[in-house]
């Protein structure tokens, strides 16, 4: 069992810079490739980026490459989202999302992620 917590969002203006955490703890959460997704309002989920259990793959939406960038330290347990020049499109509720891998790809559908945090709302204002 894993848990996720994240952290870092808010009300921010646009053009700004923000980072955003994933707090995991529980059972070899080191051993779980990690993403995020968010979902803005009326739209569904989508996934954003996503890293490998040992940090060395990582796989961005083509909407979020130039801007966002994922990384985790193990030791720390954590996964964060750094979001460069935020734009009111990027308004969402932003996910944490766990699940073991054997694979040597970064997997993009939610319903592959078997944990998930309760998300952290961010806000872009024009």
């Known amino acids: 069992q894993v848990q996720l917590v994240e952290s870092g969002g808010g009300l921010v203006q646009a053009g700004d810079s923000l980072r955003l955490s994933c707090a995991a703890s529980?059972?070899?959460?080191?051993?779980?490739?990690m993403a995020w997704f968010r979902q803005a309002p009326g739209k569904e989920r989508e996934f954003v980026a996503g890293?490998?259990?040992?940090?060395?793959?990582?796989k961005s939406a083509d909407s979020a490459k130039a801007r966002f960038t994922i990384s985790r330290d193990n030791a720390m347990n954590t996964v964060n989202l750094q979001i460069a020049s935020l734009k009111p499109e990027d308004t969402a509720t932003y996910y944490c999302?766990?699940?073991?891998?054997?694979?040597?790809?970064?997997?993009?559908?939610?319903?592959?992620?078997?944990?998930w945090g309760k998300g952290t709302q961010v806000t872009v204002s024009s």
């Open positions: 890293i490998s259990s040992g940090g060395g793959l990582t």
């Open positions: 529980g059972r070899a959460s080191h051993t779980y490739d």
């Open positions: 999302a766990a699940h073991f891998s054997v694979g040597m790809t970064i997997d993009v559908h939610e319903r592959a992620y078997d944990y």
